[in-house]
């Protein structure tokens, strides 16, 4: 090869290596934008009349508290003695400099969440004032009021209840009362789970945002066509610019995940939407949890003129998502079908996870996202009178597949409009929208919780003197805000998602509800009807149900003083917000155990019969596929230390209720219950795959003898419930040992030989079941970051709870059946590391024989 050749050939290598640097890059990054102004914040408190330190992200309740003023709100009773803090104002104040490099730059202060009525000023200029917790606020600072150094910001925040009570004055209408003219957390005025704790404060990240020229304010990915092979994507990018230039665009990724696309942009004064079309070949699909990996593209959008570089990055999955709601010949289904496939929404309704919105914390998150993730879950509801969750809610469900069904923030009351609060909800629609586009696991939107169904079925109209030509003016305002503002407002932006305007389509009274949409069942706790009704009461899409369980002991002694750890003590009622709550659990208790009379096993009790109780529900809704393709319950979690329905508490303890959702919501999940005479047994299939199943009954004694059994073979349909007929057992077999017998199931795949599922259950009501004492023993077995807890019984033990009393962990079941002749195994997960685990137990068969023992006591002992 001549010298011409080899200098030839290393050109050509440099400029292959040039184009395939181009291939993944585009132009030097652009250069730094904001000034953090979360640091330095002090607030007034008028009392001393001095500053003290406050925390931003943060809220003045918190404040109080963390400079020794007041005392903790969750503690005790203290919540019922802070109601001052909401009934006056609160001034907050910071400092800050700008930078040279910043000076002559188009400048704004941004609020990215402010709750929820306040001034600002900058200065001792007023530059704007807030008036929703759920928008972002953005203030210019003009040339006139900005200086180099010690700028000074005070933010003097309003009592919420003043600014209600001027508008009830106006001639607006409160129903049920007045925190329906401010556009802020509703459960913060008190709800059936929560006090009432009005906050203010800067709850969300504060800063100054700079540019010249030429910014990119948003990008949203718009699928236009997605293939097995191909995904052809717009990029809606929103370009905020002081001239017209002629431009690049690049987006690229920057794990080389598909090809950089490169091109000409020409750019126009002031704000518009550019989009630009760009393909990935092959796509990665997002699936929720069960059904495959939630998988995610960085996408990097960079726009450049011959003065600068502006660059965005954003995060998205690829999927086809849809609601299904035609009728049918039973009334109108409700079920998502997530790239091509029906989905059964497994799941529950989330509340704030704390009660002041700037204690949050991304670790928070995950941990209780973690934990629906590792029961199953695929779907969580976030519940429309809370708040719309931060950023970092919604990138976690992205990456772990969890399906977010989004209310916008209205519940349970009728929302006056006025030319004011339609610009300001449409503008809190138009941000929220915005924001949550890119995310996958937001899968539909809901416009409010209930309010329809409070209209039409909770008595309002008579309640509060409503004449009828009000009731028209109230019931306009409701279909303008639900059927026309709001819809119109999302589809401006996003048209992906689909829309409905409440829930439920109808309330718990009506016939509807259990044939049309999605249903909220609270027969079972409001109507105290028994669990059993949820077999006769299932609809088409759950939505919502649920009934109380107390937390943990472990749990009760962080916010109850050792001298009030008992049952109805005036501290646990301030923890308790429902006003029959202990009347519910007590009479349902009655029903189905003895009521113990040492507090600790009352609240074991209260665990199990929560769990049992809506084991009846995840029976009747899972079995009934796919005529019902939804069960979410209430509540998945606590925003404070309270009796509430939720299956893990304020300090992410789970209840009895947690471990029987898991097991229910596997993918391969044996329904089997007793119900109008009948026993009946469904195997469950959520897998996307038919199976051939062999199918194992037992009737055992109490010792594990077998009184009768019987088998089967048959074939599991994919997506859907499957009666298993054992023709060999009856109905009265089993009901002729109920109360000295349990019932063991278990499903094994025909070809393979592997058991699929098992499922243990007593027929008879617990304070008749005549079980032995607990007779198991146990090893330890010591691993670096966890301990097995290895358990082999002789008897039945039923509900068997292990607790480590003095040592923090979490377990990896509990509340379980222990099987004799079975060895099981519990893995416990230690916050801190020890070698020493103090093991305890309680079980239904404690309990039970207490009681049994009681009523054979001489009367003259009792």
């Known amino acids: 090869m001549n010298t011409f050749k080899i200098y030839l050939s290393k050109i050509t290598i440099i400029v292959s290596v040039l184009s395939l640097m181009m291939l993944f890059s585009c132009n030097q990054k652009s ?72 000076i002559n730059r188009n400048l704004e202060l941004v609020f990215d969440g402010i ?73 913060q005025y008190g709800w059936d789970w929560a006090p009432n704790l009005e906050t203010c404060g800067i709850y969300k990240d504060v800063y100054i945002n700079s540019w010249e020229k030429l910014r990119i304010t948003n990008v949203n990915i718009e699928q236009k066509a997605l293939t097995d092979t191909m995904a052809i994507l717009i990029a809606n990018i929103e370009l905020e610019s002081e001239n017209y230039y002629n431009g690049n665009v690049c987006i690229y990724s920057p794990d080389r995940a598909f090809d950089t696309l490169k091109q000409k942009l020409e750019i126009f004064e002031g704000k518009q939407v550019y989009p630009v079309e760009f393909h990935i070949k092959n796509p990665k699909l997002w699936w929720c949890n069960g059904l495959g990996n939630a998988e995610m593209y960085n996408i990097n959008v960079q726009v450049s003129t011959k003065f600068r ?137 809901c416009g409010n919780n209930e309010i329809s169904n409070g209209w039409f079925d909770w008595g309002w109209q008579k309640q509060f003197g409503i004449s009828d030509a009000d009731s028209v003016k109230i019931w306009n305002d409701y279909d303008n805000l639900f059927h026309r503002i709001i819809p119109k407002t999302i589809s401006s932006i996003d048209k992906s998602r689909k829309y409905i305007p409440s829930s439920p389509f109808y309330g718990w009274g009506h ?72 009347e519910a659990i007590n009479k349902y208790m009655q029903r189905e155990f003895p009521v113990p009379e040492k507090f600790e096993d009352f609240v074991y009790v209260s665990q199990v019969l929560q769990a049992e109780g809506l084991q009846h529900a995840f029976d009747a809704h899972l079995s009934s596929m796919p005529y019902c393709m939804g069960s979410l319950f209430w509540q998945f979690n606590d925003c404070w230390p309270v009796v509430s329905w939720s299956a893990v508490d304020y300090y992410k303890q789970p209840k009895a209720l947690y471990y029987m959702a898991k097991k229910a919501f596997e993918d391969i999940y044996i329904a089997a219950f007793e119900h109008n005479n009948n026993f009946k047994v469904f195997a469950v299939n959520q897998r996307n795959t038919t199976i051939n199943v062999k199918a194992v009954i037992s009737i055992m004694d109490f010792r594990g003898n077998r009184i009768i059994a019987d088998s089967t073979v048959t074939i599991l349909d994919l997506l859907s419930s499957n009666e298993i007929i054992f023709d060999n057992l009856s109905y009265e077999q089993i009901s002729k040992f109920k109360d000295s017998s349990f019932v063991r199931i278990k499903l094994y795949d025909f070809n393979e030989g592997n058991l699929l599922s098992e499922r243990s259950l007593t027929t008879g009501r617990n304070k008749d079941l005549k079980l032995p004492e607990p007779e198991f023993h146990y090893n330890l077995k010591q691993n670096k970051d966890y301990q097995e807890i290895i358990i082999d019984s002789k008897v039945y033990v039923k509900s068997l709870y292990i607790y480590t009393p003095g040592t923090e962990g979490r377990f990896s079941d509990n509340f379980f059946d222990l099987i004799p002749g079975k060895t099981k195994t519990v893995l416990f997960y230690p916050q801190t590391k020890t070698d020493k685990l103090n093991l305890k137990f309680n079980s239904v068969n404690v309990i039970v024989n207490d009681y049994q023992n009681k009523l054979s006591e001489p009367v003259e002992n009792k």
């Not at 730094?32 to 408190?45: A, D, P, R, S, V």
């Not at 910001?153 to 508008?167: A, C, D, G, L, M």
């Not at 028994?530 to 749990?555: L, V």
């Open 31 to 102: 250069t730094k934008k904001k000034i953090n102004l979360n640091k330095g914040w002090e607030f007034y408190y008028p009392a001393t009349e001095k500053w003290y330190p406050a925390t931003v992200p943060g809220n003045i309740h918190t404040d109080l508290f963390a400079n020794g003023l007041i005392e903790d709100p969750f503690y005790g009773t203290n919540a019922d003695s802070l109601a001052w803090i909401s009934n006056q104002e609160w001034t907050y104040r910071t400092e800050f400099d700008i930078a040279p490099e910043f």
């Open 115 to 187: 709750d929820t009525h306040a001034e600002v000023f900058l200065n001792e200029k007023k530059i704007g004032e807030t008036k929703n917790m759920f928008r972002q606020w953005v203030f210019v600072i003009d040339d006139s009021i900005r200086k180099k150094e010690h700028n000074i910001i005070n933010v003097i925040f309003r009592p919420s209840s003043e600014y209600n009570s001027q508008k009830l004055a106006e001639g607006g209408y409160a129903i049920p009362d007045n925190r329906v003219f401010s556009r802020k957390s509703q459960y």
């Open 309 to 445: 570089v502006e660059e965005k990055s954003v995060k998205t999955g690829l999927r086809d998502i849809e609601l299904a709601t035609k009728t049918d010949k039973e009334g109108q289904e409700f079920y998502f079908i997530l790239n091509g496939i029906p989905v059964f929404a497994r799941g529950a309704n989330w509340v704030p996870a704390e009660y002041f919105n700037g204690s949050n914390s991304r670790k928070n998150y995950e941990e209780l996202l973690i934990l629906a993730k590792e029961a199953n879950f695929n779907m969580l509801r976030v519940w429309g009178g809370g708040i719309y969750e931060n950023d970092e809610f919604y990138n976690i469900c992205d990456s772990l597949g969890i399906m977010v069904w989004q209310d916008f923030m209205f519940a349970c009351a009728m929302y006056p409009l006025s030319d004011e609060m339609t610009e300001n909800i449409t503008e809190e629609v138009k941000y929220q929208v915005t924001r949550l586009y890119n995310h996958p696991s937001i899968v539909m939107y």
């Open 511 to 582: 016939e509807e509800s259990l044939t049309t949409g999605d249903s909220h069942y609270w027969g079972v706790w409001w109507g105290m009807e028994d669990f059993d009704m949820y077999f006769d009461k299932t609809g088409r899409f759950m939505s919502e149900y649920g009934f109380q369980g107390m937390p943990p002991m472990s749990s009760l002694q962080k916010f109850i003083p050792e001298d009030s750890v008992y049952r109805y003590s005036k501290t646990l009622k301030s923890h308790q917000k429902h006003p029959f709550g202990f």
